[in-house]
């Protein structure tokens, strides 16, 4: 098993950016970031693998980065350019199993409490 910490949640105006944290109490080889904004599901905004592979939402392109630390088991996200579309609660997860690191919730057996993040126009 794995607990997951996420931290770095705040309130922003649009345009602003926000750095997001999750320590993992052990290495993994798959780990994320999702989303859920109220009355939606929890959707998937980046991934990265134990080879440092990653993918994103096309809806964060450009403007987001997904980053690891191996030494300290430390997962971020950084976020420039916040849209308003961009609240909602930010959910670290992980897996052990390496098959192909994506974005679809299945994949990931580890979930973290979760970190809000709400960007006002």
């Known amino acids: 098993q794995v607990q997951l910490v996420e931290s770095g949640g705040g309130s922003v105006q649009a345009g602003r950016s926000l750095r997001l944290s999750c320590e993992a109490s052990?290495?993994?080889?798959?780990m994320g970031w999702f989303r859920q904004a109220p009355g939606k599901e929890r959707e998937g905004v980046a991934t990265?693998?134990?080879?440092?592979?990653?993918t994103y939402a096309d809806s964060v392109k450009g403007r987001f980065t997904i980053s690891k630390d191996d030494a300290r088991n430390t997962l971020s996200l950084q976020m420039n350019s916040l849209k308003t579309e961009d609240t909602g609660m930010y959910f670290c997860a992980a897996d052990f199993r390496t098959l192909l690191c994506t974005g679809v919730r299945t994949r990931f057996s580890y979930w973290g409490q979760g970190t809000q993040v709400t960007v006002s126009s």
């Open positions: 990265i693998s134990g080879g440092g592979s990653t």
């Open positions: 052990r290495s993994t080889y798959c």
